[in-house]
């Protein structure tokens, strides 16, 4: 289950379709996965990014939850916070959509 649902939607006070919710949906996911990533990276050796860029371009999704648990501590954190803050930039934009 995605982040952006109907229910934070209404609870932000905003009318939106279910196609626009959709929309916004997926943007919002492909965000937070570009900033969490881009987090990680800040954090990895040479060695690591180049053993991450591989997992993600050939490896499966479990591959790399596994190789994330292994070598970044702090992953949970990272989601957490980056998650936090994509919401909160999206109620303060909410009368804007």
Known sequence: MGVITK???DDLGVI??????????????TTLDNRVV??????????QLKQL??????GTDE???????RNV???KEIIDDET???????ADGADKL
Do not use: Y
């Not at 196609?19 to 996911?29: I, K, R």
């Open 7 to 9: 229910q934070l939607i």
């Open 16 to 29: 939106m379709s279910d196609q626009n919710l959709e929309v916004l949906s997926e943007h919002f996911e």
């Open 38 to 47: 881009d987090e990680i990276a800040q954090e990895l050796n040479v060695d």
């Open 53 to 58: 860029n591989a997992i993600r371009e050939q």
């Open 63 to 69: 591959e790399l939850g596994e190789w994330l648990k």
């Open 73 to 75: 501590p702090d992953l």
């Open 84 to 90: 936090a803050i994509l919401l909160g930039e999206l």
